[in-house]
């Protein structure tokens, strides 16, 4: 499984593709918090936290990690070598959870450099005000997670398509609805049961709870279930190569 995580760390890093992709994001993230005159911007929110970052982080996030996922699979079954991996004595799941940890660490590679988003607020601060250092460790904790959600659909999307780009464009759309589209349809809800059901079949409500600096184990266990979800729906796809 790690063999096969350091393999697609070293095929990203060894493209200037990878580099580009990772510094377009920083670059972007960079732009929108402290450039652009946006609601995204931490000099006009007026608040001595990162709210603005963590409201624009899944937006962006949308964009990289399918671009990141893109290639896992469905580069391996244009060039046909997704047979011959499916030959080594490696089980499915080693194989997904490889590619899982491995794209899972470029993500990393990416939400690094934004800790020093955290230093230049704590910098900006008042001598009398603080950061809220459990509500940010929480808020990186959800980030991380609906990183998680994200590279599972986008690992399933890859083995379903020979295309690069159209696992791409599918994976996109996925995630999108999948974080704003349940809040989409629960607005038209005129029942207020039902509509708190639809509002938290989303990423979004989820997150939202975990950046308020509030632990609950329902919005970690929706994170796992959903993981584990897409990453059975792959091995399906996977089963149904090897026929």
Not at 32 to 53: M, R
Not at 90 to 101: A, E, H, N, V
Not at 149 to 168: D, H, K, L, P
Request: charged share 10%; aromatic share 16%.
């Amino acid at each position: 499984m790690w063999s096969i995580a350091k393999r697609e760390l070293r095929l990203f890093f060894s493209s200037p593709i990878g580099y580009l992709i990772l510094g377009t994001y920083l670059l972007v993230n960079g732009l929108l918090l402290w450039v652009f005159d946006s609601q995204y911007n931490v000099l006009s929110a007026g608040f001595g936290d990162l709210a603005p970052f963590f409201e624009s982080a899944p937006l962006l996030l949308l964009f990289l990690i399918p671009a990141l996922t893109m290639r896992s699979f469905a580069e391996e079954r244009s060039d046909g070598t997704l047979e011959l991996l499916l030959t080594k004595p490696i089980t499915p799941y080693k194989i997904i959870m490889g590619k899982f940890l491995g794209i899972f660490l470029l993500v990393l590679c990416a939400l690094l450099p934004t800790l020093t988003n955290l230093i230049a607020v704590n910098e900006l601060l008042q001598d009398s005000s603080f950061i809220d250092w459990g509500s940010m460790g929480l808020s990186y904790l959800g980030l991380l997670l609906v990183c998680s959600v994200f590279i599972s659909i986008g690992i399933s999307t890859s083995i379903r398509f020979n295309s690069q780009v159209t696992a791409f464009m599918v994976a996109l759309l996925i995630c999108f609805f999948h974080f704003y589209g349940w809040g989409f349809i629960a607005d038209t809800l005129t029942s207020n049961n039902l509509y708190n059901f639809v509002l938290r079949l989303g990423i979004q409500e989820h997150y939202y709870s975990l950046s308020r600096g509030v632990l609950v184990f329902e919005d970690v266990w929706y994170f796992a279930l959903n993981c584990f979800i897409f990453i059975y729906f792959t091995r399906n796809a996977i089963k149904q190569i090897q026929k």
